[in-house]
Protein backbone atom coordinates (compact mmCIF):
# COMPACT_ATOMS: atom_id res chain seq x y z
CA UNK A 1 0.00 0.00 0.00
CA UNK A 2 1.74 3.58 -1.13
CA UNK A 3 0.77 6.02 1.28
CA UNK A 4 1.58 9.73 0.85
CA UNK A 5 0.70 12.67 2.21
CA UNK A 6 -1.32 15.98 0.95
CA UNK A 7 -1.91 19.73 1.82
CA UNK A 8 -5.17 20.82 3.06
CA UNK A 9 -7.09 20.33 -0.35
CA UNK A 10 -7.72 17.31 1.18
CA UNK A 11 -11.65 16.30 2.19
CA UNK A 12 -13.08 13.90 4.22
CA UNK A 13 -16.22 12.40 2.57
CA UNK A 14 -19.10 12.53 4.99
CA UNK A 15 -20.37 8.92 5.56
CA UNK A 16 -18.12 7.54 3.36
CA UNK A 17 -16.24 4.69 3.80
CA UNK A 18 -14.05 3.21 6.69
CA UNK A 19 -12.13 0.61 6.54
CA UNK A 20 -9.12 -0.53 9.44
CA UNK A 21 -6.11 -1.05 7.56
CA UNK A 22 -2.05 -1.32 8.46
CA UNK A 23 -1.21 1.98 7.56
CA UNK A 24 1.97 1.57 4.81
CA UNK A 25 3.32 4.94 6.27
CA UNK A 26 2.68 4.62 10.18
CA UNK A 27 2.22 1.13 9.90
CA UNK A 28 -0.29 1.08 12.26
CA UNK A 29 -3.40 -0.19 12.32
CA UNK A 30 -5.72 2.33 11.84
CA UNK A 31 -8.86 3.59 10.18
CA UNK A 32 -8.58 4.74 6.85
CA UNK A 33 -11.34 6.90 5.87
CA UNK A 34 -12.67 8.05 2.25
CA UNK A 35 -11.73 11.62 1.55
CA UNK A 36 -11.11 13.62 -1.54
CA UNK A 37 -8.10 15.56 -2.87
CA UNK A 38 -9.26 18.57 -5.11
CA UNK A 39 -6.73 18.55 -8.15
CA UNK A 40 -7.35 21.74 -10.52
CA UNK A 41 -6.22 22.42 -14.09
CA UNK A 42 -6.97 24.65 -16.96
CA UNK A 43 -7.93 23.06 -20.20
CA UNK A 44 -5.76 23.85 -23.13
CA UNK A 45 -6.71 26.49 -24.73
CA UNK A 46 -9.98 26.61 -23.17
CA UNK A 47 -10.17 29.04 -20.64
CA UNK A 48 -12.91 26.73 -18.46
CA UNK A 49 -11.67 25.70 -15.36
CA UNK A 50 -12.15 22.21 -14.79
CA UNK A 51 -12.23 20.50 -11.16
CA UNK A 52 -11.60 17.11 -10.38
CA UNK A 53 -11.23 15.03 -7.37
CA UNK A 54 -9.26 11.96 -6.73
CA UNK A 55 -10.72 9.56 -4.35
CA UNK A 56 -8.30 8.19 -1.62
CA UNK A 57 -8.46 6.88 1.78
CA UNK A 58 -6.77 8.91 4.50
CA UNK A 59 -5.30 7.24 7.59
CA UNK A 60 -6.34 8.40 10.85
CA UNK A 61 -3.31 7.89 12.80
CA UNK A 62 -0.63 9.76 10.43
CA UNK A 63 -3.30 11.64 8.23
CA UNK A 64 -1.20 10.18 4.94
CA UNK A 65 -3.38 8.86 2.21
CA UNK A 66 -3.53 6.20 -0.49
CA UNK A 67 -5.37 5.45 -3.34
CA UNK A 68 -8.62 4.54 -2.60
CA UNK A 69 -8.96 2.17 -5.53
CA UNK A 70 -6.16 0.23 -4.11
CA UNK A 71 -8.19 -0.54 -1.64
CA UNK A 72 -11.46 -1.06 -4.02
CA UNK A 73 -10.35 -1.96 -7.38
CA UNK A 74 -13.68 -3.61 -8.40
CA UNK A 75 -15.40 0.01 -8.07
CA UNK A 76 -12.25 1.31 -10.76
CA UNK A 77 -13.35 -0.33 -13.65
CA UNK A 78 -16.80 1.11 -13.35
CA UNK A 79 -15.53 4.55 -13.23
CA UNK A 80 -12.63 4.08 -15.41
CA UNK A 81 -15.11 3.40 -18.20
CA UNK A 82 -16.82 6.46 -17.07
CA UNK A 83 -13.75 8.77 -17.40
CA UNK A 84 -13.24 6.93 -20.86
CA UNK A 85 -16.30 8.13 -21.79
CA UNK A 86 -16.08 11.38 -20.39
CA UNK A 87 -12.97 12.16 -21.99
CA UNK A 88 -14.39 11.08 -25.47
CA UNK A 89 -16.88 13.50 -24.79
CA UNK A 90 -14.27 15.92 -23.73
CA UNK A 91 -12.34 15.51 -26.69
CA UNK A 92 -15.58 15.38 -28.97
CA UNK A 93 -16.82 18.80 -27.51
CA UNK A 94 -13.08 20.06 -28.08
CA UNK A 95 -12.91 19.51 -31.45
CA UNK A 96 -16.22 20.71 -32.52
CA UNK A 97 -14.92 24.38 -30.67
CA UNK A 98 -11.60 24.31 -32.35
CA UNK A 99 -14.21 23.18 -35.87
CA UNK A 100 -16.09 26.64 -34.84
CA UNK A 101 -13.14 28.58 -34.06
CA UNK A 102 -11.55 27.66 -37.69
CA UNK A 103 -15.23 28.48 -39.45
CA UNK A 104 -15.10 31.88 -37.38
CA UNK A 105 -11.60 32.63 -38.61
CA UNK A 106 -12.18 31.51 -41.94
CA UNK A 107 -14.90 33.73 -42.10
CA UNK A 108 -13.00 36.58 -40.60
CA UNK A 109 -10.36 36.51 -43.30
CA UNK A 110 -13.44 36.65 -45.91
CA UNK A 111 -15.12 39.37 -44.56
CA UNK A 112 -11.56 41.27 -44.31
CA UNK A 113 -10.79 40.36 -47.60
CA UNK A 114 -14.38 41.52 -48.76
CA UNK A 115 -14.03 44.66 -46.95
CA UNK A 116 -10.21 45.47 -48.32
CA UNK A 117 -11.42 44.97 -52.07
CA UNK A 118 -14.64 47.28 -51.15
CA UNK A 119 -12.41 49.95 -49.81
CA UNK A 120 -9.77 49.45 -52.88
CA UNK A 121 -12.53 49.64 -55.43
CA UNK A 122 -14.17 52.83 -53.31
CA UNK A 123 -10.76 54.63 -53.60
CA UNK A 124 -10.54 53.44 -57.35
CA UNK A 125 -13.95 55.02 -58.18
CA UNK A 126 -12.84 57.74 -56.26
CA UNK A 127 -9.67 58.25 -58.22
CA UNK A 128 -11.29 57.60 -61.80
CA UNK A 129 -14.01 60.42 -60.53
CA UNK A 130 -11.31 63.11 -59.76
CA UNK A 131 -9.49 62.08 -63.33
CA UNK A 132 -12.47 62.53 -64.71
CA UNK A 133 -13.73 65.96 -63.12
CA UNK A 134 -9.99 66.79 -64.16
CA UNK A 135 -10.55 66.28 -67.60
CA UNK A 136 -14.17 67.67 -67.96
CA UNK A 137 -12.37 70.95 -66.41
CA UNK A 138 -9.83 70.73 -68.72
CA UNK A 139 -12.13 70.63 -71.48
CA UNK A 140 -13.94 73.23 -70.01
CA UNK A 141 -10.72 75.47 -70.46
CA UNK A 142 -9.64 74.23 -73.70
CA UNK A 143 -13.53 74.52 -74.87
CA UNK A 144 -14.31 78.15 -73.46
ZN1 LIG B 1 -0.85 6.08 8.98
Known sequence: MFVW?????????????????????????????????????K??????????SKRVMQCGECLGVCDYYSLYP????AEEEAARKAEVERK????????KRQDTEAK?????????????????????QEIDDELAQMKKKLGK
Open 108 to 128: ERARQQEESRKKYEANKARKD
Open 43 to 52: AYMVLDLWKR
Open 74 to 77: EEKQ
Open 92 to 99: QREQEEMQ
Open 5 to 41: SVGRQLKRVPKGKKQTLQCGNCKQEASFYESTVDESF
